[in-house]
């Protein structure tokens, strides 16, 4: 079941498939700048993970950028699965993510700085799934929690 408001947009026709989890990278193409769908394209908010709910099968349009075509999709903001410090990972409560931690080495930063979080940007604690998978190397006590942007 998909949770949250639909958005129409279009993407590539290989990738429209429904449960499909995408990060909006943009609009960085000068062959979209006198394509007549641009702004549906282009409707999502950069950095954001987004979800395809469902796939509109009777829209195709012939796209430049994507080699086939790209076609309309139901999309949703995706949940995200991150780490945050274990004082706020309390279930619908409402958090700002900030990146504080500088460690690329450490084996738990692709989950506290993970694809789709925007820094700065609020979101709810929707469930907090348990302890960290590995020791944060700065020793932080940090809980791994699922986040919706508000």
Do not use: W
Request: net charge positive; hydrophobic share 35%.
């Amino acid at each position: 079941m998909v949770k949250g408001k639909t958005k129409v947009t279009l993407i590539g026709a290989a990738l429209a498939k429904p449960g499909l989890d995408f990060v909006y990278e943009g609009n960085s193409c000068p062959e979209c700048e006198t394509c007549k769908v641009r702004k549906t394209c282009h409707n999502l908010q950069p950095g954001r993970r987004y979800r395809v709910a469902t796939v509109r099968t009777n829209t195709r349009h012939d796209c430049p950028v994507h080699h086939e075509a790209v076609i309309a999709v139901d999309v949703v903001e995706a949940p995200l699965v991150a780490l945050i410090g274990a004082d706020m990972a309390i279930a619908n409560s409402k958090v700002s993510y900030e990146f504080s931690c500088p460690k690329i080495e450490c084996r738990s930063y692709r989950l506290c700085r993970p694809d789709g979080i925007i820094e700065g940007e609020k979101y709810i604690v929707e469930e907090v799934l348990g302890n960290a998978p590995d020791v944060c190397e700065r020793g932080r006590a940090l809980k791994l929690v699922e986040l919706r942007p508000v």
